[in-house]
């Protein structure tokens, strides 16, 4: 199965633009807040966008006035999904006014006038340009290095206006996921709240591979999964529209970058603001494909008012800790030939605290484990824990994928089996405190993974020691129901040398015997030098 190939990575070391823009732009930052410059900056790229779109197809229509067409018509926009966006909004307007100290209160009023005119964006953008505390004439000249992202650059020859709109669509996709992970990378621990790293989500995706079909992520952050996986649908020929997402997010600041996220890539999505776990906005659905990055070792989920849900089949999860009440909560919200994939931390593998261990056993017993990644350090901004990814499938025999579509077809018989992924020594630093998993990083997780599910194209599986293992339920029972990789791939198989062992272990004595003598020249050298300034040892 082919890797689909990311066009960022989370440092900027392959883009070229992007980390230029983020330079200047972070440069007019001044004292402010990353967490606070971040809805400035973001916000004036998704207005940008919009208006840049907009007077695309204003142009277009403008030059088919003969023909009928009214470049002021609000419905010609809607039916091409474009924003309509008002004059006051209009991107020439709020730059030809970026010097005045009134700029604030302009960007304010563009942006209520685009919510008031567009109800899908109610609520969303930010609108706080105006206050006090917000330097005027920074704002200013942000506006200003936001006006050189050129998302309406001119056509090849024979390339339409849907492949101009295209190109600004992954130009906008671009710079604003560029912007998102280094505000996650400024922020430090608070930035896992809206941001997964982009490798994480792909080995998600490219593991679970929604094609067609449901998918949901009740705590989706800023929306990452969700433009994985339109990503990952592109690259292999396939429609977003084959895929209806649902989402939830709890934190209304990130809820709202989620929705911009979305809306700048043109991805429908029903995605709820509230508390997944105390008023479930998706109470009925039984998504095909589960993809997730929930808070680790949440503590103030507030577990003791849910002691009786419904959710909790395998065990009530501790109060103090809802990782458990994660997984069943996925669980819960599955189709019978549903698909989960998750980070966790990777305490969630061993746990016997607080009846963990007897939800972890309930869960194992009940065939729902597919598989377990354990991932290297260092992957993530907001959090030095180790984690893993579990993968959980409600039905392991031989089915089609939930889409519809799949992979490639039918799925072999995995009852009573579960593959696990020691993926620790993967990855590359790209600076001094951070890793990001390459592409051939990825195809050998997802690789391992599709061979033994028995995917077409993915060829035949084989464990290989240190790296993948297929194990049966009496397996893990004998490990005391833990899931931790290492405990079952085992250790890497040392390369034969092609050297014969006795002539090995003659010229490794041979070696340590030259070592031993010259330990003894310096010895004496060193008790010589002693000696000579008074403080050789007496016999």
Request: hydrophobic share 40%; proline share 4%.
């Amino acid at each position: 199965m082919a890797i689909t190939k990311d066009k960022t990575n989370d440092t900027g070391a392959n883009l070229g633009f992007e980390a230029k823009l983020w330079a200047a732009a972070d440069a007019l930052r001044n004292n402010m807040d990353a967490a606070e410059y971040k809805h400035v900056v973001l916000g004036l790229i998704f207005l940008k966008y919009i208006s840049d779109a907009f007077e695309a197809k204003h142009t277009e229509l403008d030059a088919q006035r003969a023909e009928g067409a009214d470049p002021e018509d609000r419905d010609e926009y809607r039916a091409a999904s474009i924003f309509w966006v008002p004059r006051e909004a209009r991107w020439q307007h709020l730059k030809a006014s970026a010097p005045q100290p009134t700029i604030g209160t302009l960007v304010d009023d563009a942006m209520a006038a685009i919510e008031r005119d567009n109800p899908s964006l109610k609520g969303v953008l930010p609108k706080d340009f105006g206050r006090a505390g917000l330097d005027k004439q920074r704002l200013g000249q942000i506006i200003n290095l936001v006006s050189d992202i050129a998302f309406n650059s001119p056509l090849p020859a024979g390339e339409g206006p849907g492949v101009r709109a295209d190109r600004a669509k992954d130009t906008l996709g671009r710079v604003y996921e560029y912007f998102l992970a280094r505000f996650a990378s400024a922020e430090g621990k608070s930035g896992g709240q809206f941001y997964t790293p982009s490798s994480v989500v792909r080995v998600l995706v490219e593991m679970l591979a929604p094609y067609k079909g449901r998918v949901y992520d009740p705590c989706c952050g800023s929306g990452g999964m969700f433009v994985s996986s339109e990503k990952f649908i592109e690259a292999h020929s396939g429609r977003i529209g084959d895929i209806s997402i649902y989402g939830q997010e709890s934190n209304y600041t990130t809820w709202r970058l989620a929705k911009m996220n979305l809306a700048i890539r043109g991805i429908d999505a029903q995605i709820a603001h509230g508390d997944t776990f105390h008023r479930d906005a998706h109470p009925d659905l039984k998504a095909d494909y589960v993809l997730a990055n929930p808070p680790f070792n949440d503590s103030d989920w507030r577990g003791e008012l849910l002691k009786d849900d419904k959710r909790w089949v395998y065990g009530a999860p501790p109060a103090g800790n809802a990782n458990y009440a994660w997984v069943q909560h996925f669980i819960h919200h599955l189709a019978p030939t549903g698909l989960a994939g998750f980070v966790l931390a990777n305490g969630s593998m061993s746990s016997n605290q607080s009846g963990e261990g007897e939800i972890r056993k309930a869960i194992i017993e009940a065939d729902l484990v597919d598989c377990m990644v354990a991932l290297p350090g260092q992957l993530f901004y907001s959090t030095q824990i180790p984690v893993c990814l579990w993968f959980l499938r409600r039905d392991k025999r031989h089915l089609p994928s939930p889409g519809g579509r799949g992979v490639g077809g039918e799925v072999r018989d995995r009852r009573g089996e579960t593959l696990f992924i020691d993926a620790r020594k993967l990855g590359t630093l790209v600076d001094r405190t951070h890793r990001e998993l390459t592409d051939a990083d990825l195809a050998r997780i997802a690789g391992a993974y599709h061979a033994w599910r028995g995917d077409k194209g993915a060829g035949a599986y084989t464990d290989v020691p240190g790296f993948c293992m297929a194990a049966r339920l009496d397996d893990i029972r004998k490990h005391g129901h833990v899931l931790t990789p290492g405990r079952y791939v085992g250790a890497e198989a040392a390369e034969d040398d092609g050297e014969l062992f006795e002539e090995k272990m003659a010229r490794l004595a041979a070696t340590l015997h030259e070592q031993q003598t010259e330990a003894a020249k310096l010895d004496a050298a060193i008790a010589a030098n002693l000696k000579e300034l008074g403080y050789g040892l007496s016999k």
